[in-house]
C-alpha cells in the first residue's frame, strides 16, 4: 500500500500551520509561495486549499491567492449552536444504540486519558483526548451526515480553543461531564445522555466566548 499522496501531505501540513497559528488568522498567502514553504509543486497547494475551504478554514481566491479565514466570537457561537444540537443528537442515538462496554472502550480510553492529562497538567495532551472523545461519540451515533457537518464545525472549535488553551480555567468539569455522557450511553438512558452533552456544550461555549471576548481575540 503507498503512502499518503502529495496533495495528503500538503493539506495535513496547511491544517497544521494553521491551528498553531503560523498562518495568521486574515493572512494572504500565494500558491507559489506555499509551495516553496511546503516544498511541493502548486497542484497539491492548490487542491489541498479547496478542500481547507470546504472545511471553512480558508478562501480560495483566483489570482489572489489563499486567505486564511478569521472566527470572531460571534462565529464561535453560532458554530456551538450547530454543534452542540448535533453532538447531543449523535450522544442519544449512540444511548440507543445498545453498545456494549467493549463498544465504548474507545470512548473510555479517551477518558481516562484526558484524567491522566490533567493529573500531569499537559493540556495539549487533554485536547487531544477531548478531540478524541468528541469524534468518537459522533462516530458511535451512526449517521455520516452528521459526522460530516460535525467534523467542519469541530475544526474552528479547534482553532480557538488552540488559541485560548492557556487561558481557560482547568477544565476538570469538562472531564466530569464527559464522564456522565459515558455512563448514560452505557446506561442506554439517550435522554440523559442528550442533556448532559447538551449543557457541557453550552458551557463549554459560553467559557470560549468569554476568553475571546476578554482577551480581544476578534479574528482567530
Known amino acids: 500500500m503507498g503512502g499518503p499522496s502529495h496533495v495528503d501531505r500538503a493539506l495535513s501540513a496547511l491544517r497544521q500551520l494553521i491551528f498553531s497559528g503560523e498562518l495568521?488568522?486574515?493572512?494572504?498567502?500565494?500558491?507559489?509561495?506555499?509551495?516553496?514553504?511546503l516544498n511541493v509543486?502548486?497542484?497539491?497547494?492548490?487542491?489541498?486549499?479547496?478542500?481547507?475551504?470546504?472545511?471553512?478554514?480558508?478562501?480560495?481566491?483566483?489570482?489572489?491567492?489563499?486567505?486564511?479565514v478569521p472566527v470572531s466570537a460571534q462565529d464561535m457561537r453560532d458554530i456551538y449552536d450547530i454543534l452542540t444540537e448535533l453532538e447531543s443528537l449523535a450522544a442519544a442515538r449512540a444511548a440507543q444504540a445498545r453498545?456494549?462496554?467493549?463498544?465504548?472502550?474507545?470512548?473510555?480510553t479517551a477518558i481516562r486519558d484526558m484524567d491522566d492529562a490533567?493529573?500531569?497538567?499537559?493540556?495539549?495532551?487533554?485536547?487531544?483526548?477531548?478531540?478524541?472523545?468528541h469524534h468518537e461519540l459522533v462516530r458511535l451515533g451512526r449517521n455520516a451526515r452528521l459526522g460530516q457537518i460535525v467534523s467542519v464545525m469541530r475544526d474552528q472549535v479547534r482553532r480557538a480553543r488552540a488559541a485560548?488553551?492557556?487561558?481557560?480555567?482547568?477544565?476538570t468539569q469538562s472531564n466530569t461531564a464527559h464522564r456522565d455522557v459515558y455512563q448514560a450511553i452505557a446506561e442506554r438512558d439517550p435522554v440523559r445522555a442528550h442533556?448532559?452533552?447538551?449543557?457541557?456544550?453550552?458551557?463549554?461555549?459560553?467559557?470560549?466566548?468569554e476568553l475571546l471576548e476578554t482577551h480581544r481575540l476578534h479574528g482567530l
Do not use: N
Open 99 to 108: 453498545y456494549s462496554k467493549q463498544d465504548l472502550a474507545t470512548l473510555a
Open 24 to 37: 495568521l488568522p486574515g493572512s494572504d498567502h500565494l500558491e507559489t509561495e506555499l509551495a516553496t514553504r
Open 195 to 209: 442533556d448532559v452533552h447538551h449543557a457541557h456544550r453550552r458551557q463549554a461555549c459560553e467559557t470560549l466566548v
Open 164 to 171: 485560548t488553551l492557556f487561558m481557560r480555567p482547568t477544565p
Open 118 to 133: 490533567l493529573t500531569a497538567s499537559d493540556l495539549p495532551a487533554w485536547a487531544k483526548a477531548d478531540d478524541q472523545f
Open 41 to 68: 509543486s502548486r497542484t497539491p497547494i492548490r487542491e489541498a486549499a479547496l478542500q481547507l475551504q470546504a472545511q471553512g478554514l480558508v478562501e480560495v481566491r483566483p489570482r489572489r491567492g489563499i486567505r486564511v
